[in-house]
């Protein structure tokens, strides 16, 4: 066989997906997104929970890796008030854990996709982060995910780091299933008013992620959020009315609901880097949260 018939054989052979932390709410709907694309064929995307791989496990990563081209890590600790009191459990998942894959991924030749967060930055801008904005985490969660950022860095050269924010999907529970839940429940709400930030579609980011890997963006960092901006009591005031509820909503602020984890006031991500790789954001929080309203609250 010629080393021409060998690159013709590469150029057509489907890619290979691995998807880490596959059983949470993005990974399920990655999944889906993966199955869905005529260019990915079933058997050509493997997903993994927790039961079936610890990513602390160095071995376990090198071995589970082997033999794909695309590695997706959506595995996270992500109980962020918990992390507070548990730094060192959430820095072996979200920062080890990152490292291992990032190695894996790097000795199989393979691509890495990181998934991050909005709290690796402090909260305090007034105008939306830039992807090379400087990390400056506030919380233990925080830490742990930019520690995460930092070794895909320095071991994986061909990774992309996706940072997103206020994440809500049909699996398992989020913000929209829990003020539905209340605002059937109570005669009024107190929502707070001054975090702001952009309510983003598990299954808009898997979008994202698929569209971002099959365009060959750079290696680098990529914010997947949705666009526009709102607070957690804009955001709920939609998912009222999706709902059909028309309990009453009071603005209130972050002081009257104190967690363990300081919450960043301001999440808005910037969406440059996407656009010079040629990748469409995604749309309005406000129009994709219509869009998903049915299926989340279903």
Request: glycine letters at 10%; one cysteine or more; charged letters at 20%.
């Amino acid at each position: 066989m010629t080393s021409s018939t060998n690159a013709r054989d590469e150029a057509v052979r489907p890619r290979r997906w691995l998807v880490v932390g596959a059983t949470g709410m993005l990974g399920t709907d990655l999944l889906a997104r993966l199955h869905e694309a005529a260019a990915v064929p079933r058997d050509s995307v493997v997903g993994l929970g927790r039961a079936d791989l610890d990513v602390t496990d160095a071995d376990a990563a090198l071995a589970a890796v082997r033999g794909f081209d695309v590695v997706v890590n959506c595995a996270a600790w992500t109980a962020v008030d918990d992390a507070e009191a548990q730094e060192g459990a959430a820095f072996a998942v979200n920062a080890t854990g990152a490292a291992n894959l990032a190695r894996a991924a790097h000795a199989a030749g393979a691509r890495l996709v990181q998934v991050s967060t909005d709290y690796v930055f402090d909260g305090a801008a007034t105008v939306p982060y830039a992807e090379d904005a400087p990390l400056a985490p506030v919380s233990a969660y925080g830490r742990t995910k930019a520690a995460g950022e930092w070794a895909v860095r320095a071991e994986a050269r061909d990774h992309l780091i996706v940072r997103t924010a206020w994440l809500y999907g049909a699996r398992g529970g989020c913000f929209p299933k829990t003020m539905a839940r209340l605002g059937a429940e109570k005669d009024r709400l107190a929502v707070v008013d001054d975090q702001v930030g952009q309510p983003t579609w598990t299954r808009d980011l898997a979008d994202l992620i698929v569209r971002l890997v099959e365009a060959g963006a750079p290696a680098g960092t990529y914010h997947g959020t949705a666009s526009g901006r709102t607070s957690w009591f804009g955001f709920t005031g939609r998912i009222l009315a999706s709902a059909g509820l028309t309990t009453p909503l009071e603005p209130t602020t972050s002081d009257a609901f104190v967690r363990p984890a300081p919450r960043p006031a301001y999440s808005v991500l910037g969406h440059d880097a996407l656009r010079a790789a040629g990748v469409a954001p995604i749309g309005d929080w406000a129009e994709r949260w219509d869009a998903a309203a049915a299926e989340v609250l279903a």
